[in-house]
């Protein structure tokens, strides 16, 4: 019987401080002995949005607390970890660099392996905590800060073949809910406040939806919202059917384009057995979950989706693809630094400016 690997991972990406303790098991993925996320939703709420300065003093009021919790629930010590993996981009570098220090210092100290981890590897890896995935697969990965459609080759080893020209999506659902006054964080207040109103009393457009491949654009959107939130003038019917319309919209736009990506996988990788992993924050919300299923059903592919706790920024995945990396001999140096940019592809045209040609 083969070891099964130990790691300890930490998050500090973004507004969530997250430790977590994951080990392999027989069936390949993983047993989560303790996956903690101190979310600092109150301490950004009253300005709608992620403060860095805010985010980067509540990690490190947090981070201690935070890593000592995901071992006492794991119930393991320190030296029975076989390694230390810590996200070290992209992202707030203010953030990322209280999760990377903590985590080199305690790997320096216990003498142990450590590997800086992409946090967009993070997501992409993330089914593998509860599925046994065959690589080739495609990613959809939409989260607050990223939109991408990528070929999961392997470990390391990514192809985009579609991102957003401009916003993420999960920005477009934040700023929905600022329009809208619905409360932060915005995702899941504008997905609650869609289930309230007619997804077809607006019509708002669907930017690129007839053109540039799998690539992504929500910035027209975004606009289009704006004017339209103008005429609710505190009525709450059309205030949800704004909502509504919006949600409604970028399932279109998402159903269109993951058919796009669907056939452009076909393609390239010779396979009968398509599998599809929708990742990332967005990836949370049941109505886009249950809109690619009917497109799962209707082109004949597989759809994973990893349960709603790996969806949003956590370390459990993040330990996860430290471990994975650790096993292909992907460890870092202790001088390995933070990169607030870090494409999983890195031969992917820069999509976004002036000059863009679709
Ligand atoms: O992956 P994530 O936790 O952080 C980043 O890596 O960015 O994603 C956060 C994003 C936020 O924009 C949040 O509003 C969005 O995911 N989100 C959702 C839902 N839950 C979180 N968007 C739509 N519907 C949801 N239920
Ligand atoms: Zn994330």
Not at 18 to 41: F, H
Not at 121 to 146: D, K, R, T, V
Not at 311 to 319: L, Q, T, Y
Request: aromatic share 8%.
């Amino acid at each position: 019987m083969t070891k099964k690997i130990t790691f300890l991972g930490i998050e500090t990406s973004c507004d969530e401080t997250a430790a977590a303790i994951i080990r392999e098991n027989d069936k390949d993925t993983a047993d989560v002995l303790s996956n903690i996320v101190s979310s600092q939703i109150s301490e950004h709420r009253k300005f709608g949005g992620v403060v860095p300065e805010l985010a980067a003093r509540a990690h490190l009021e947090n981070i201690e607390y935070v890593i000592k919790a995901a071992l006492k629930e794991s119930k393991i010590s320190l030296n029975k970890i076989d390694g230390i993996a810590a996200t070290a981009g992209p992202g707030l570098i203010v953030c990322l660099t209280v999760g990377l220090n903590i985590g080199k210092s305690i790997a320096a100290f216990s003498k142990k392996p450590f590997v800086a981890v992409n946090h967009l590897e993070g997501h992409a890896l993330s089914p593998g905590l509860e599925y046994n995935i065959q690589f080739p697969y495609l990613l959809l990965l939409i989260s607050g800060g990223h939109s991408q459609f990528l070929i999961v080759k392997d470990i390391n080893r990514y192809e985009q073949l579609g991102t957003t020209i401009d916003d993420a999506l999960g920005e477009a659902f934040d700023k929905t809910a600022k329009m809208l006054d619905l409360g932060y964080p915005g995702g899941p207040s504008v997905e609650k406040a869609s289930k309230l109103g007619d997804k077809n009393f607006f019509k708002l457009p669907e930017p690129i939806i007839n053109k540039a491949g799998c690539n992504l654009s929500f910035a027209g959107l975004k606009t289009a919202v704006l004017r339209e939130s103008k005429k609710i003038n505190g009525n709450n019917e059309l205030k949800f059917n704004l909502a509504a319309s919006f949600q409604n919209t970028i399932n279109k736009i998402l159903y269109k384009k993951t058919s796009i990506a669907i056939e452009m996988f076909k393609k390239k990788i010779n396979t009968s057995d398509i599998n599809l992993v929708v990742a990332g924050g967005v990836a949370a919300n049941i109505s886009i979950r249950e809109n690619l299923k009917k497109l799962s059903k209707e082109k004949g592919f597989k759809i994973v989706y990893p349960d709603i706790k790996f969806c949003g920024d956590n370390a459990a995945m993040i330990a996860w693809a430290g471990i994975q990396r650790f096993k292909k001999n992907l460890s870092n140096k202790i001088d390995i630094e933070a990169k607030s940019r870090w494409p999983l592809d890195k031969d992917a045209p820069f999509m976004k400016g002036p000059g863009l040609k679709l």
